[in-house]
């Protein structure tokens, strides 16, 4: 057949055409963003499926995401008829899984292997340290977990293992043990599934043979973002017969924190003797002003392989530049204009919000959720859904409640306190036998066993006296540190943003006071309006017309005041029942057009209308760890590449004076990245201010500086970043305060600990000795002062 004039090669341009008519040889498509490898790779596989030359059996076609496997089938399935799902396409681990549930036996596993997660596989790490009595001082579970996953991403096992000290061999015994583990219970960690599968290619020549025979065409997208381990395994794949086809573009390289290599590019055209490298220097995804950016930001850099990128589109639109007081008017702002942007026709799956880091979301979530404006967090669990977060409001709630086992269960071993699964199955065999609940019957417990269970109660319930009469935020506090979370995680590998998650559950809880107005939700009308914005978020997440009414019914679990008493939620309580609820299935819902929010990282090679790109700001993007070394600024600067390069028509860039991060208000300047991208491009929504930012270094990340605000933002600025003024320094109207002996007409004689808000949100928590402690809303509750 005339393979040139396939009906799929008019939409290229002549490199293109000529990349994806590329002889059976090895090649290197090295090209900037937007220019068309992925379409280029995709189209590729079409053609040699649709010319005849190969089967769809013949090909394996590895991505970096799930989402981009997913997107490749479908454009595939929509070039040709063919049976994409049983097509070797998707990630190295997705791949991986694939090919050892096809070779089990050789590879030595059982049928229906289990896989770890890292925080199983931590679980995994510690109950085989307490097995075989390893020091958990002297080897903290996190560190060997790290170093285990680290060996073998180098493609090591522990034989292999270079020994120099005792330390050396006692990790590397430990290594061992938990290989035997692992084999015993029939179960592989992600490392493992890449390791695994590789030495069964490289150890067993008819296995490698099979595929390399079946295999003729390889392709890879986004190479450059490889590892060391996952190089080789697609060594193992090519034979003298084969065809590597490897995309990739090196300013886009984004992961050598984690391993990657940008090095196998060059490795790669040496050790296959590339012949044929192709670059693509038309850009098809931004119009100019875009695209002009993203070129002028990224000439910074000076490790680059060097490539140019052109667009036939006109300017379009300006960059927009916008400046916020606070992260909340920040927040603010672009949840307006992405109103307006859907309003003015644009889907909202073609609106993406990015960030630099996960933490940053949550404010944004708060602010989409209570506009209603459905939304899909990628590449991360929702805020409130988050492990560590789920621990802490699991410490939380058994604070409210004792005799929560759901949460007595999820933390009575979490931190590592020395009760196992056994002790746990005892205990719980126990407080079913007499009909109560776990804390309680932990009374019931002897031995060992029964007196770390003790510890723990106690530890609870000490917990609990401490934090009486205290404000949401230090009961939070508190309990971070008592419980041990915070220094868990200080230990861990990758720790850190799970330690920035919790810190950022302080100022969850800190604006759900304030801002979200707790008095007017949990006291004036407890339970039916929080109750309420779930409803307002309803409309849109069933998919229905959000323009629709609110639903004004109560929820389902609505309860009312006691009218009676006055007694309404403690701040603590209505804190819980928030987070339950915002937990709920407040994301859009599958196939629902919803805005998107990710983090860069996770919006690598994807494309978007409209994009935001916020958190603009000296110490978050370029993070404050990147900026110790050259090397990470120039990584933090491909990270900016890939952000502004994933927008088609409109661009925003934000950033706001100051920030409640790690919580602590944080003031801010902005970016650098704003002092490398062409005046001409941009457009400042706000006035630009003088630069605090340009390429000079020593500014501080985080120190106060006084920058005279402009006009326009200035009172949005006296609004939110004043810091809020204690609730209980307010008039007291009431005439009570701390200390106060107080009558009630049901609880009888109690003394004030705390007040908090002011006229109908007014509330007072109250230790009454016969009914503990309460919380009241005074506007409701009868209360005499007793003299
Ligand atoms: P990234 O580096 O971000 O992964 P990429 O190089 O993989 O980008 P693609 O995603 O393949 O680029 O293409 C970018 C956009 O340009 C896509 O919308 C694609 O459909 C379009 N495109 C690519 N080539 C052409 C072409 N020849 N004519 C028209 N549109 C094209
Ligand atoms: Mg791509």
Same mark, same amino acid.
């Given at each position: ?25 090895? $090649? ?70 694939? *090919?050892?549930?096809?070779? /089990? ?79 015993? #219970? ?11 599968? /590789? ?11 099979? /595929? ?10 986004? *190479? ?47 050790? !296959? ?121 699991? /410490? ?11 949460? !007595? ?119 039916? #309006? ?44 209505? !804190? ?5 609820? #915002?937990?709920?299935?407040?994301? $859009? ?121 402009? $006009? ?20 007291? $109207? ?54």
């Amino acid at each position: 057949p005339e393979v040139t004039e396939s009906p799929l090669l008019q939409h290229l341009n002549d490199e293109q055409r000529a990349a994806v008519t590329l002889p059976n040889a090895h $090649a290197l498509i090295l090209a900037g963003a937007g220019s068309g490898k992925t379409r280029v790779l995709t189209t590729r596989i079409a053609w040699l499926l649709s010319t005849g030359q190969i089967g769809p059996g013949n090909v394996m076609a590895v991505t970096f995401t799930n989402k981009a496997a997913k997107e490749m089938m479908t454009r595939l399935a929509a070039m040709l008829p063919v049976n994409v799902r049983g097509m070797w396409i998707g990630t190295f681990h997705g791949l991986c899984n694939r *090919f050892l549930r096809a070779h /089990y036996k050789l590879a030595g596993l059982p049928q229906g292997f289990q896989i770890l997660d890292t925080q199983d596989q931590l679980s995994a790490v510690k109950r085989l340290m307490k097995q075989h009595n390893v020091d958990e001082e002297r080897f903290p579970a996190k560190e060997l977990q790290w170093f285990i996953s680290g060996a073998k991403e180098e493609g090591l096992r522990p034989g292999a293992m270079e020994v120099r000290t005792e330390e050396d061999r006692r990790k590397v015994e430990i290594f061992q043990l938990y290989e035997e583990q692992c084999q015993r #219970e029939g179960v592989v960690d992600f490392a493992e599934l890449m390791l695994r599968s /590789y030495e069964l290619l490289r150890d067993n020549d008819p296995i490698r043979e099979h /595929y390399r025979r079946r295999f003729h065409h390889i392709l890879i997208d986004e *190479f450059q973002d490889t590892n060391k381990l996952q190089y080789a395994w697609i060594k193992m794949f090519a034979g003298p017969g084969n065809s590597v086809f490897a995309v990739g573009d090196d300013d886009q390289s984004i992961y050598a924190f984690r391993g990657a290599r940008v090095g196998n590019m060059a490795d790669f055209v040496r050790e !296959f003797q590339v012949g044929h490298q192709i670059k693509l220097e038309q850009n098809y995804r931004s119009f100019s002003n875009i695209l002009d950016s993203a070129n002028a930001l990224i000439a910074h850099n000076k490790t680059r392989l060097g490539k140019n990128l052109r667009t036939d589109q006109g300017p379009g639109e300006p960059v927009r530049i916008y400046e916020a007081p606070t992260d909340m008017a920040e927040a603010q702002w672009l949840v307006e204009e992405a109103r307006q942007l859907a309003r003015e026709g644009i889907p909202r799956h073609e609106i993406a919000i990015l960030y630099r880091s996960n933490a940053q979301s949550r404010v944004i979530e708060t602010g989409l959720f209570n506009a209603a404006v459905p939304y899909r967090v990628y590449g991360g669990l929702r805020f409130f859904e988050r492990a560590e977060i789920k621990h802490a409001l699991s /410490y939380l709630r058994l604070l409210e409640n004792p005799n929560d086992d759901t949460s !007595f269960l999820r933390v009575v071993n979490f931190p590592a306190r020395g009760i196992g699964a056994r002790s746990v199955e005892q205990l719980q065999d126990a407080a079913r036998a007499s009909g109560s609940s776990l804390h309680d019957a932990v009374q019931a417990t002897t031995g060992k066993a029964g007196a770390n269970l003790a510890a723990f109660v106690a530890k609870i319930d000490a917990m609990r006296v401490e934090t009486a009469g205290l404000t949401l935020r230090e009961i939070i506090e508190v309990m971070l540190q008592r419980s041990g979370l915070i220094e868990h995680y200080r230990a861990e590998r990758d720790g850190g943003d799970r330690i920035d998650n919790l810190e950022e559950l302080v100022n969850a809880a800190e604006s759900f006071v304030t801002q979200e107005g707790f008095g007017r939700d949990a006291v004036a009308l407890p339970i039916d #309006e929080l109750g309420g914005t779930v409803l307002r978020q309803s409309p849109a997440s069933q998919g229905l017309d959000p323009s629709l009414p609110e639903i004004n019914e109560p929820a389902p679990d609505y309860v009312p005041p006691d009218a009676e008493t006055g007694e309404t939620l403690s701040p603590l309580a209505a !804190f819980l029942t928030h987070a339950a609820l #915002e937990s709920g299935d407040n994301q $859009a819902q599958a196939g629902q057009d919803a805005v998107q929010l990710m983090t860069v990282h996770s919006a690598k090679g994807l494309e978007f209308d409209c994009v935001f790109v916020t958190g603009l700001e000296e110490g978050l993007f370029p993070s404050e760890r990147s900026l110790a070394d050259y090397d990470g600024l120039e990584e933090e600067r491909r990270l900016m590449y890939v952000a502004i390069t994933r927008a088609r028509k409109r661009l925003y860039l934000s950033y706001s004076q100051t920030r409640l991060l790690h919580g602590q208000t944080r003031y801010n300047v902005r970016s650098r990245f704003f002092d490398e991208l062409p005046e001409g491009a941009l457009k400042w929504l706000t006035p630009k201010n003088q630069s605090f930012g340009g390429s000079a270094f020593g500014f501080g990340m985080g120190y106060p500086t006084s920058r005279g605000s402009s $006009a326009g933002t200035s009172r949005a600025s006296e609004t939110f970043a004043s810091p809020p003024v204690p609730a209980q320094k307010a008039e007291p $109207a009431h005439g009570l305060r701390a200390g106060m002996k107080v009558f009630h007409a049901k609880f009888g004689e109690g003394t004030v600990l705390t007040l908090e808000g002011s006229g109908q949100d007014a509330r007072a928590q109250i230790n009454f000795p016969r009914h503990g402690q309460k919380w009241l809303a005074l506007a409701v509750a009868k209360l005499t002062p007793v003299p």
